[in-house]
């Protein structure tokens, strides 16, 4: 899981990607539809779904002679949990340390 979560913070470190995961995000595409929208490739948009399917982020599906790209939910809800407990734990300390600067103050 952690290996799965520091890819997909990784991949979509990445500016093409992002838009791919974007655009993935608001419905499925085919990797010709991907392409034409953006000012990459085919090969390239193969290869940066590729990275994307392996940090679990995006899945395929056949159709034809074309393959399918979409979200994977599995791989979000992943690092949604994980900003999720992120933001927490931060939120958490800052209450702390707000806190405890009150009392400083008294």
Do not use: C, N
């Amino acid at each position: 899981m952690q290996t799965y979560l520091s890819d997909g913070l990784t991949a979509l470190g990445d500016p093409t990607r992002r838009a791919i995961f974007e655009r993935l995000a608001e419905r499925p595409r085919a990797v010709g539809e991907l392409a034409s929208e953006l000012p990459v490739s085919r090969p390239a948009v193969s290869q940066h779904l590729r990275v994307l399917k392996d940090a679990g982020l995006v899945a395929d599906r056949a159709a034809g002679t074309r393959r399918i790209y979409q979200v994977d939910p599995d791989g979000v809800e992943a690092l949604r949990a994980y900003l999720d407990g992120f933001w927490k734990r931060s939120l958490t300390a800052f209450k702390r340390a707000a806190e405890d600067g009150r009392k400083d103050s008294e």
